[in-house]
Protein backbone atom coordinates (compact mmCIF):
# COMPACT_ATOMS: atom_id res chain seq x y z
CA UNK A 1 0.00 0.00 0.00
CA UNK A 2 2.65 2.24 1.11
CA UNK A 3 4.95 1.13 -1.87
CA UNK A 4 1.70 2.40 -4.28
CA UNK A 5 1.12 5.93 -2.29
CA UNK A 6 4.46 6.90 -3.23
CA UNK A 7 4.56 5.36 -6.51
CA UNK A 8 1.18 7.47 -7.23
CA UNK A 9 3.19 10.54 -5.63
CA UNK A 10 5.97 10.11 -7.91
CA UNK A 11 4.00 10.27 -11.26
CA UNK A 12 1.12 12.98 -10.13
CA UNK A 13 4.10 14.98 -8.02
CA UNK A 14 4.01 18.26 -10.18
CA UNK A 15 -0.26 18.34 -9.65
CA UNK A 16 0.24 17.75 -6.06
CA UNK A 17 3.25 21.34 -5.62
CA UNK A 18 0.58 23.03 -7.64
CA UNK A 19 -2.53 21.96 -5.66
CA UNK A 20 -0.42 23.09 -2.18
CA UNK A 21 0.37 26.30 -4.34
CA UNK A 22 -3.46 27.29 -5.37
CA UNK A 23 -4.73 25.57 -1.57
CA UNK A 24 -1.88 28.30 0.34
CA UNK A 25 -2.84 31.38 -2.15
CA UNK A 26 -6.67 30.59 -1.72
CA UNK A 27 -6.91 30.08 2.03
CA UNK A 28 -4.26 32.62 2.28
CA UNK A 29 -6.37 35.63 0.62
CA UNK A 30 -9.47 34.70 2.06
CA UNK A 31 -8.51 34.78 5.77
CA UNK A 32 -5.89 37.71 5.63
CA UNK A 33 -9.08 39.53 3.24
CA UNK A 34 -11.67 38.53 5.76
CA UNK A 35 -9.30 39.55 8.81
CA UNK A 36 -8.94 42.82 7.27
CA UNK A 37 -12.79 43.38 6.98
CA UNK A 38 -12.84 42.84 10.63
CA UNK A 39 -9.90 45.15 11.43
CA UNK A 40 -7.51 42.58 12.49
CA UNK A 41 -5.00 44.47 11.64
CA UNK A 42 -3.30 46.61 14.48
CA UNK A 43 0.41 45.78 14.25
CA UNK A 44 1.04 48.84 11.87
CA UNK A 45 3.13 47.08 8.99
CA UNK A 46 0.09 46.84 6.70
CA UNK A 47 -0.52 50.37 7.07
CA UNK A 48 2.88 51.93 6.73
CA UNK A 49 3.16 49.97 3.42
CA UNK A 50 0.00 50.73 2.18
CA UNK A 51 0.51 54.41 2.33
CA UNK A 52 3.84 53.75 1.28
CA UNK A 53 2.83 51.84 -1.77
CA UNK A 54 0.18 54.19 -2.30
CA UNK A 55 2.37 57.40 -2.36
CA UNK A 56 5.07 55.43 -4.17
CA UNK A 57 2.45 54.96 -7.05
CA UNK A 58 1.25 58.40 -7.11
CA UNK A 59 5.11 59.50 -7.94
CA UNK A 60 5.42 60.11 -3.93
CA UNK A 61 8.36 57.87 -4.37
CA UNK A 62 9.03 55.84 -0.46
CA UNK A 63 7.17 58.51 1.22
CA UNK A 64 4.89 58.06 4.58
CA UNK A 65 3.18 60.38 6.79
CA UNK A 66 3.12 57.84 10.04
CA UNK A 67 7.13 58.61 9.89
CA UNK A 68 8.23 62.10 9.02
CA UNK A 69 10.87 60.44 6.91
CA UNK A 70 11.09 58.19 3.73
CA UNK A 71 10.32 54.88 4.23
CA UNK A 72 13.91 54.35 3.55
CA UNK A 73 14.60 56.03 7.48
CA UNK A 74 13.17 52.18 8.34
CA UNK A 75 14.49 50.16 6.15
CA UNK A 76 16.56 50.26 2.90
CA UNK A 77 14.18 48.40 0.33
CA UNK A 78 13.90 49.38 -3.24
CA UNK A 79 12.33 45.95 -4.13
CA UNK A 80 9.06 47.59 -3.11
CA UNK A 81 9.17 49.13 -6.68
CA UNK A 82 8.30 45.50 -7.96
CA UNK A 83 4.87 45.64 -5.76
CA UNK A 84 3.36 49.20 -6.74
CA UNK A 85 2.37 48.10 -10.73
CA UNK A 86 0.34 45.29 -9.24
CA UNK A 87 -1.08 47.74 -6.64
CA UNK A 88 -1.38 50.32 -9.37
CA UNK A 89 -4.12 48.19 -11.17
CA UNK A 90 -6.48 47.71 -7.72
CA UNK A 91 -5.31 50.10 -5.59
CA UNK A 92 -6.87 48.75 -2.46
CA UNK A 93 -4.52 47.06 1.03
CA UNK A 94 -6.60 43.65 -0.08
CA UNK A 95 -4.02 43.76 -3.40
CA UNK A 96 -0.72 43.82 -0.97
CA UNK A 97 -2.28 40.31 1.17
CA UNK A 98 -3.15 39.13 -2.05
CA UNK A 99 0.42 39.49 -3.55
CA UNK A 100 2.05 38.56 -0.20
CA UNK A 101 -0.17 35.06 -0.10
CA UNK A 102 0.93 34.38 -3.43
CA UNK A 103 4.74 35.31 -2.63
CA UNK A 104 4.35 32.53 -0.25
CA UNK A 105 2.65 29.79 -1.95
CA UNK A 106 5.49 30.47 -4.93
CA UNK A 107 8.12 28.98 -2.61
CA UNK A 108 6.36 25.50 -2.85
CA UNK A 109 8.07 25.86 -6.40
CA UNK A 110 11.96 25.98 -5.83
CA UNK A 111 11.85 24.10 -2.61
CA UNK A 112 10.23 21.07 -4.30
CA UNK A 113 13.06 21.72 -7.17
CA UNK A 114 15.43 21.09 -3.85
CA UNK A 115 13.85 17.85 -2.59
CA UNK A 116 13.64 16.07 -6.19
CA UNK A 117 17.06 14.09 -5.54
CA UNK A 118 15.29 12.83 -2.26
CA UNK A 119 13.13 9.69 -1.89
CA UNK A 120 9.59 10.45 -2.92
CA UNK A 121 8.51 9.74 0.72
CA UNK A 122 11.28 12.48 2.19
CA UNK A 123 9.98 14.77 -0.93
CA UNK A 124 6.37 14.09 0.24
CA UNK A 125 6.95 15.22 3.85
CA UNK A 126 9.28 18.42 2.77
CA UNK A 127 6.29 19.41 0.73
CA UNK A 128 3.19 18.94 3.19
CA UNK A 129 6.03 20.60 6.34
CA UNK A 130 6.29 23.69 3.96
CA UNK A 131 2.39 23.83 3.55
CA UNK A 132 1.96 23.31 7.57
CA UNK A 133 4.67 24.99 8.77
CA UNK A 134 3.18 27.33 11.40
CA UNK A 135 5.72 29.73 10.18
CA UNK A 136 4.37 30.19 6.56
CA UNK A 137 1.20 30.52 7.81
CA UNK A 138 2.05 33.27 10.16
CA UNK A 139 3.78 34.97 7.43
CA UNK A 140 0.53 34.86 5.48
CA UNK A 141 -1.64 36.02 7.93
CA UNK A 142 -0.18 38.03 10.94
CA UNK A 143 1.02 41.94 8.87
CA UNK A 144 1.76 42.46 5.39
CA UNK A 145 5.87 42.40 5.74
CA UNK A 146 8.28 42.92 2.74
CA UNK A 147 10.86 40.41 4.35
CA UNK A 148 8.27 37.65 3.20
CA UNK A 149 9.19 37.79 -0.03
CA UNK A 150 12.65 37.02 0.30
CA UNK A 151 10.82 33.08 1.35
CA UNK A 152 10.68 31.80 -2.62
CA UNK A 153 13.65 34.36 -3.82
CA UNK A 154 16.26 32.51 -1.67
CA UNK A 155 14.65 29.31 -1.88
CA UNK A 156 15.33 29.70 -5.83
CA UNK A 157 18.73 31.06 -4.55
CA UNK A 158 19.34 28.25 -2.60
CA UNK A 159 18.57 25.84 -5.84
CA UNK A 160 20.64 28.18 -8.25
CA UNK A 161 24.08 27.36 -5.35
CA UNK A 162 23.16 23.41 -5.59
CA UNK A 163 23.14 23.33 -9.42
CA UNK A 164 25.94 25.66 -9.16
CA UNK A 165 24.60 27.81 -11.24
CA UNK A 166 26.89 31.04 -10.09
CA UNK A 167 25.01 34.05 -12.27
CA UNK A 168 22.12 33.00 -11.74
CA UNK A 169 22.43 32.49 -7.49
CA UNK A 170 23.95 36.15 -7.74
CA UNK A 171 20.87 37.36 -9.70
CA UNK A 172 18.89 36.05 -6.76
CA UNK A 173 21.36 36.74 -3.99
CA UNK A 174 21.06 40.46 -4.71
CA UNK A 175 17.25 40.51 -5.96
CA UNK A 176 16.76 38.91 -2.36
CA UNK A 177 18.79 41.52 -0.60
CA UNK A 178 16.86 44.28 -2.18
CA UNK A 179 14.05 43.49 -0.38
CA UNK A 180 15.74 44.49 2.91
CA UNK A 181 19.12 45.30 4.50
CA UNK A 182 18.96 42.34 7.10
CA UNK A 183 18.48 39.86 3.96
CA UNK A 184 22.51 40.74 3.84
CA UNK A 185 22.98 38.51 7.04
CA UNK A 186 21.83 35.47 4.77
CA UNK A 187 24.23 36.29 2.31
CA UNK A 188 26.54 35.88 4.91
CA UNK A 189 25.77 32.75 6.28
CA UNK A 190 25.38 31.22 2.83
CA UNK A 191 29.21 32.60 1.97
CA UNK A 192 30.26 30.53 5.22
CA UNK A 193 28.31 27.30 3.96
CA UNK A 194 30.21 28.03 0.72
CA UNK A 195 33.20 28.12 2.52
CA UNK A 196 33.00 25.07 4.88
CA UNK A 197 32.14 23.13 1.64
CA UNK A 198 35.64 24.22 0.02
CA UNK A 199 33.68 25.86 -3.21
CA UNK A 200 35.72 28.76 -5.05
CA UNK A 201 36.29 32.19 -3.93
CA UNK A 202 33.91 33.95 -5.90
CA UNK A 203 30.96 31.35 -4.08
CA UNK A 204 32.02 32.77 -0.94
CA UNK A 205 34.19 35.90 -1.02
CA UNK A 206 31.66 37.78 -3.12
CA UNK A 207 28.19 37.10 -1.29
CA UNK A 208 29.85 38.26 1.51
CA UNK A 209 31.09 41.41 0.57
CA UNK A 210 27.45 41.91 -1.33
CA UNK A 211 26.22 40.61 2.83
CA UNK A 212 28.33 42.99 4.47
CA UNK A 213 27.97 46.22 2.20
CA UNK A 214 24.33 46.18 2.22
CA UNK A 215 23.39 44.85 5.47
CA UNK A 216 25.71 48.22 7.03
CA UNK A 217 25.53 50.22 3.99
CA UNK A 218 21.78 49.84 4.98
CA UNK A 219 22.40 50.50 8.33
CA UNK A 220 24.36 53.79 7.71
CA UNK A 221 21.97 55.22 4.68
CA UNK A 222 18.58 54.80 6.89
CA UNK A 223 20.36 56.56 9.85
CA UNK A 224 21.28 59.15 7.69
CA UNK A 225 17.76 59.35 6.36
CA UNK A 226 15.72 59.49 9.82
CA UNK A 227 18.89 61.60 11.32
CA UNK A 228 18.95 59.36 14.13
CA UNK A 229 20.11 56.14 13.95
CA UNK A 230 19.37 52.82 12.41
CA UNK A 231 16.43 51.86 13.97
CA UNK A 232 16.55 48.36 14.80
CA UNK A 233 20.22 49.02 16.30
CA UNK A 234 18.76 47.73 19.06
CA UNK A 235 18.67 44.13 17.79
CA UNK A 236 22.09 44.36 17.56
CA UNK A 237 23.57 46.25 20.54
CA UNK A 238 25.78 43.09 21.56
CA UNK A 239 28.18 44.09 18.69
CA UNK A 240 28.51 47.68 19.32
CA UNK A 241 26.18 51.14 19.69
CA UNK A 242 26.73 51.89 15.78
CA UNK A 243 27.30 50.75 12.62
CA UNK A 244 31.23 50.58 12.32
CA UNK A 245 31.34 49.68 16.13
CA UNK A 246 29.13 46.35 15.03
CA UNK A 247 31.56 45.80 11.71
CA UNK A 248 34.31 46.29 13.57
CA UNK A 249 33.20 43.56 16.40
CA UNK A 250 32.72 41.57 13.91
CA UNK A 251 35.72 41.60 12.09
CA UNK A 252 37.55 40.76 15.36
CA UNK A 253 34.84 38.11 16.53
CA UNK A 254 33.81 36.32 13.24
CA UNK A 255 32.62 33.42 14.77
CA UNK A 256 29.95 35.66 16.41
CA UNK A 257 28.39 35.45 12.73
Known amino acids: MEKKLFSWFAVHERVIVWGIAAILFVAGSIITITKLAALGYN ?3 LGIFHQVVANTAKGGWFAMSIHLHSYFGDHISPFLILVVPFYAIIPRAETLLVIQSAVVALGIFPLAALARPLRPPIRLAVLFAYAASPLIHAFITFEFELLVFAVPILLAGILSYERQQYRRFLVWLILAMAIREDVGLVALGIAALAWREGRSRRWSVVPALLGLAVFFGG ?9 EQYKFLAYYRWAGDSAAQ ?3 YLLSHPWMI
Open 219 to 227: MVISGSINH
Open 43 to 45: ALD
Open 246 to 248: AFG
